[in-house]
T-cell receptor
C-alpha cells in the first residue's frame, strides 16, 4: 500500500505571498492532520480533517487554513507569508479513530525569504 | 496546556547497549502513546504505540506505560549505529485526535 504523499517537497516563497501544500493520504484513511515542525518549537499540530470537515484545530493564526476533498486528499494554505513560517510542514493520515496511528508523509520544506 | 516532556539529550550509548528514552505527559485523559523515530532531514516514522499500562515488546524495542505516574518510556536493546536518530514521544489525549509531541531526544549509537 502506498504511503502518504506530499507535494511539493520544497518551496521557496517571499514574504507576503501565499502558498498551497497538498497531501494524499494512505488509501482508506479518512483523516488528515497537518503539523508544523521548526527547530525552535518542534512539532506542532495545525488542524485535522475528517470526511471533508475540520474536526480539530491547533493554536495557529487564521492565515493557516485547510480543506479536504471527497477523495480524502487535503490541502493546506498559508496566506501573507512571514519569515517565521519557514518550516517543515508534515501531513499525517489515519483511519480517524481516537487511538488510530498517524502515518507521516515526507513533508514539504517551506522557506520564506 | 497539555505538555509532553522528554529527557534531555543528547544521549550516547555504545553499540550493543540498551538505550533508555523517557517521556512524561500532563494530560491524565491521554489514551494513546506513540514513539516516532526521525532521521535528520526526514519525516517521523512510527516505532511503537501503546495504550495499556505495562510493557509492549516489538523486536529490539520495548515501550513501557505507567498511567498513574503519567510516564512512558522506550527501551532499545542491542543498539545499532542505524538507531542513531531523534526519538519523539507523542500523546493523543481524550477525544482529541491530535498528537502532542515532546521536543525529542537525540540518540547516538557509537560503533
Amino acid at each position: 500500500k502506498a504511503g502518504v504523499t506530499q507535494t511539493p517537497r520544497y518551496l521557496i516563497k517571499t514574504r507576503g505571498q501565499q502558498v498551497t501544500l497538498s497531501c494524499s493520504p494512505i488509501s482508506g484513511h479518512r483523516s488528515v492532520s497537518w503539523y508544523q515542525q521548526t527547530p525552535g518549537q518542534g512539532l506542532q499540530f495545525l488542524f485535522e480533517y475528517f470526511s471533508e470537515t475540520q474536526r480539530n484545530k491547533g493554536n495557529f493564526p487564521g492565515r493557516f487554513s485547510g480543506r479536504q476533498f471527497s477523495n480524502s486528499r487535503s490541502e493546506m494554505n498559508v496566506s501573507t507569508l512571514e519569515l517565521g513560517d519557514s518550516a517543515l510542514y508534515l501531513c499525517a493520515s489515519s483511519l480517524g479513530g481516537t487511538r488510530d496511528t498517524q502515518y507521516f508523509g515526507p513533508g514539504t520544506r517551506l522557506t520564506v525569504l | 496546556q497539555k505538555e509532553v516532556e522528554q529527557n534531555s539529550g543528547p544521549l550516547s550509548v555504545p553499540e550493543g547497549a540498551i538505550a533508555s528514552l523517557n517521556c512524561t505527559y500532563s494530560d491524565r485523559g491521554s489514551q494513546s502513546f506513540f514513539w516516532y523515530r526521525q532521521y535528520s532531514g526526514k519525516s517521523p516514522e512510527l516505532i511503537m504505540f501503546i495504550y495499556s499500562n505495562g510493557d509492549k515488546e516489538d523486536g529490539r524495542f520495548t515501550a513501557q506505560l505507567n498511567k498513574a505516574s503519567q510516564y512512558v518510556s522506550l527501551l532499545i536493546r542491542d543498539s545499532q549505529p542505524s538507531d542513531s536518530a531523534t526519538y519523539l514521544c507523542a500523546v493523543n489525549g481524550g477525544s482529541a485526535r491530535q498528537l502532542t509531541f515532546g521536543s525529542g531526544t537525540q540518540l547516538t549509537v557509537l560503533p
